[in-house]
């Protein structure tokens, strides 16, 4: 039997140029919960979303993602813990620099006349 290993000029990182790490995206066992409850329409757009704004900037401020400040959330995490909008959706994140790993802790549906803290 043949097992992979990487040629050795690559560090244990899948590095796509000097400056650019892709991160590896890890789901907490209650986030498929969130899913299944989801349309599939939903859940592919979400999925989708996680995949292209979490794989290499995760901790970047943009117009669809924020660290929240202050939020004690209901579940483990490594502050700080992070949001990410995708459409009425909210995907709640923190991140291990030292493993370049996201850690998805929930996904949540976000009412207009609710905030963050009214939903988690």
Same mark, same amino acid.
């Given at each position: 039997?043949?097992?992979?290993?990487? +040629?050795?000029? %690559?560090?244990?990182?899948?590095?796509?140029?000097?400056?650019?790490?892709?991160?590896?995206?890890?789901? /907490?066992?209650?986030?498929?919960?969130?899913?299944?409850? %989801?349309? /599939?329409?939903?859940?592919?757009?979400? %999925?989708? !979303?996680i995949e292209k704004q979490l794989s290499y900037e995760p901790m970047s401020l943009s117009k669809n993602r924020k660290m929240l400040v202050n939020l004690i959330p209901p579940?483990?995490?490594? +502050? +700080?813990?992070?949001? %990410?909008?995708? !459409?009425?959706?909210?995907?709640?994140?923190?991140?291990?620099?030292? !493993?370049?790993?996201?850690?998805?802790? /929930?996904?949540?549906?976000? +009412?207009?006349?609710?905030?963050?803290?009214?939903?988690?």
């Amino acid at each position: 039997m043949h097992l992979y290993s990487p +040629p050795k000029f %690559l560090d244990k990182y899948f590095c796509i140029c000097n400056y650019l790490y892709m991160y590896k995206i890890r789901f /907490a066992k209650d986030v498929v919960k969130d899913l299944n409850k %989801l349309s /599939a329409f939903y859940r592919n757009q979400i %999925l989708s !979303g996680i995949e292209k704004q979490l794989s290499y900037e995760p901790m970047s401020l943009s117009k669809n993602r924020k660290m929240l400040v202050n939020l004690i959330p209901p579940w483990d995490a490594e +502050p +700080p813990i992070w949001e %990410l909008r995708i !459409g009425a959706h909210r995907v709640f994140y923190d991140v291990s620099e030292e !493993g370049k790993t996201v850690f998805v802790r /929930a996904i949540r549906k976000k +009412p207009r006349d609710k905030t963050t803290k009214e939903i988690l």
